[in-house]
């Protein structure tokens, strides 16, 4: 088996109108060829254009959410099929601002993750402990519980990636210890190999939360990290392109 490819990932959360589209364009003139695959994941009111400006490019396009029905009287929401009908290649699930703010159980992350396998979208998963799950020495049995709870058994042989993102890591600045990342990596990967079997091997295990340019070559280079979900440093060309070239 392989080792995954490695995935960089922007969120950009609820930032970007038609005028960040100029930060795209850079990033995707700034990748070189041999790089990790590297995606922006933009409100979703910006992924038709965005399509659009990277045309030709190599720089994937992803969603931050999506519904975990294909259609219907869902006021507000869009369908997986909806992203990839606007562009989306990816999408970002179970987010912990999605599962923190709208109540999201691992239940729901999983109806939403089968949702994007029907529509041909390769899922992103979250999964993260709080500060307080931290200090109470559950990190590791919350992470894993979240592992197995969000995804579900049609993963089995389709692409996606797992993002463990600390929730206290998320916006603050803060980062685990190298030591911290890894000891958690390797536990969601111990996970994946018990639900997947081999095949668990090859899934990349992305690191997020306050991931910048001066600390992504660590980062990137720790054990069992396959990668990076990247938030506020994504929003510029020159501070994602310099966690990009980390790797
Ligand atoms: P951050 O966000 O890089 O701004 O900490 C990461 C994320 O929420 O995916």
């Known amino acids: 088996m392989t080792a995954p490819q490695p995935l960089i990932a922007g969120n950009w959360k609820m930032n970007g109108l038609g005028p960040s589209l100029v930060e795209a364009r850079a990033v995707a003139a700034g990748l070189q060829a041999t790089m990790a695959r590297v995606a922006i994941c933009p409100p979703a009111t910006l992924i038709h254009r965005m399509a659009e400006a990277l045309a030709g490019t190599p ?58 396998l029907r529509a041909g979208l390769e899922p992103i998963v979250c999964v993260g402990e709080t500060l307080e799950q931290r200090k ?8 894993t519980g979240q592992v197995r709870g969000s995804l579900p058994a049609e993963l089995a042989g ?60 660590e980062i990137l280079h720790a054990d069992e990290v396959g990668g990076a979900l990247v938030g506020g440093a994504s929003l510029k060309a020159e501070d994602f392109l310099g966690i990009i070239r980390g790797l």
Do not use: C
């Open 136 to 143: 109470a020495g559950d990190a590791l049995a919350v992470v």
């Open 158 to 217: 389709g692409a996606f990636s797992v993002a463990y993102e600390p929730v206290w890591a998320i916006g603050t600045g803060l980062t685990p210890t190298t030591i911290e990342i890894e000891e958690v990596h390797r536990a969601i990967r111990a996970t994946l190999v018990e639900m997947f079997g081999e095949a668990g091997k090859a899934v990349a295990i992305l690191y997020g939360g306050s991931v910048k340019p001066s600390n992504a070559a």
């Open 59 to 116: 720089l994937l396009i992803g969603g931050q959410d999506n519904h975990w029905d294909d259609a219907g009287a869902f006021t507000g929401d869009l369908s997986a099929a909806m992203l990839a009908d606007a562009g989306a290649s990816l999408v970002i699930l179970g987010h912990s601002e999605r599962r923190a703010g709208y109540r999201e159980t691992d239940e729901v992350v999983a109806a939403k993750v089968r949702a994007a």
